[in-house]
């Protein structure tokens, strides 16, 4: 068998790249502070880091499938130029209220649902997932990591805040300042349990 290995799975706006509403541009493409550091501790905690983002934008006609790439693509840029990897970038370009008839529909990989996730595990093949996390800054990334049976870190970065004080009975495995605290909090978790 396989060595198991865990992941982290990462909200793209919001949580790693600053919210701007439907990023269409990549012009408009910034990183929030930390994640390079972030992304290369977990890179050298033996974490896969993967990427699971709802881009409903293209289900709205906001922007495409191309619009989608040319952000993920400049992203993995900016990211290996500080030696910091992303193994693998999912998203979702559906909406169930969306105007753009192919994308228009219920789907299982919206999050909170699981198919992102699920692909990646079918993909990689080699994922803890009980020891894996989501980090993200919806209560949607925190469910979705309990749908998939992993741990969920809300960050109070992008709509992180607003989040919490539209969702008072709502609460995540650990509420981080931002994506520099939340891997810091797995790093001291996984230093308890091991
Ligand atoms: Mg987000």
């Known amino acids: 068998m396989q060595n198991l290995k865990p992941a982290v799975f990462l909200d793209r706006d919001g949580t790693i790249i600053e919210e701007v ?11 929030i ?12 905690l033996n ?16 922007y495409d499938e191309k619009n989608v790439s040319i952000i993920n693509n400049e992203l993995n840029k900016i990211l290996k130029k500080e030696n910091a990897i992303l193994d693998s970038i999912y998203y979702c ?4 209220k969306g105007t753009v008839e192919e994308y228009a529909k219920q789907c299982n990989c919206r999050k909170p649902a699981t198919g992102m996730i699920d692909s990646a595990i079918k993909n990689f093949k080699n994922i803890d997932i009980k020891n894996s996390y989501v980090i993200g800054d919806k209560f949607i990334d925190v469910e979705l990591a309990h749908n998939a049976g992993c741990k969920g870190i809300l960050v109070k970065t992008g709509h992180g805040i607003e989040e919490i004080e539209k969702n008072k009975n709502k609460t995540a495995d650990y509420i981080a300042q931002d994506i520099t605290d939340a891997v810091n909090w797995i790093e001291n978790n996984i230093k308890k349990y091991s």
């Open 21 to 31: 509403n439907y990023l269409k541009n990549k012009e408009d493409l910034k990183l």
């Open 33 to 44: 502070q930390g994640v390079a550091e972030s992304l290369k501790k977990l890179n050298k």
């Open 47 to 62: 974490f896969l880091t993967i990427l699971v983002t709802n881009q409903s934008g293209v289900a709205r006609g906001y």
């Open 93 to 96: 370009p559906h909406h169930p």
